[in-house]
């Protein structure tokens, strides 16, 4: 969709399977797609029960307190939130994050949801393991996501 995110989740419910979400940095005009009002327009938007979104979620080493709103509004939204982080040369510092979500309660974020399919994809970069693998966070970032859980009621 090449239009104003906001404005299309409104007008969309109960649609979508995935959203995905690569946007600008969260400064100018693509500051509202890192609020919380947002993250409740793509939760409305998802299909119940299994939808899941995955937004950009910035740069380990240069956006902790930003990381840290984001986990916090996502945990207050939906049942199942992980954060994962990626290598990405592009992109300052060489990672990129995403916080990933689920409506299911039971969902297993951190798994690929078919590991044969996979694995069989014949990527030059994804596989199961990397699937995996960007779950893995280093210490201080656990923290910071085990904090966000705090603030939920």
Known sequence: VISDGCEYLKQHTDKFDV??????DPNGPAES???ESFYSLMKTALKRPYGIICCQGECIWLDLPLIKKLM???RHLFPSVAYANVSTPTYPCGTLGFIVCSLNENAKLTEP?????????NTKYYTADIHRASFALPAFVRHVCKETKKYIN
């Not at 959203?19 to 600008?24: A, G, H, K, L």
Request: aromatic letters at 4%.
């Open 19 to 24: 959203i995905i979400t690569d946007s600008s």
């Open 33 to 35: 797609l890192f609020e």
């Open 113 to 121: 949801i078919n590991k044969k399919l996979a694995d069989e994809l």
């Open 72 to 74: 916090t509004i996502s």
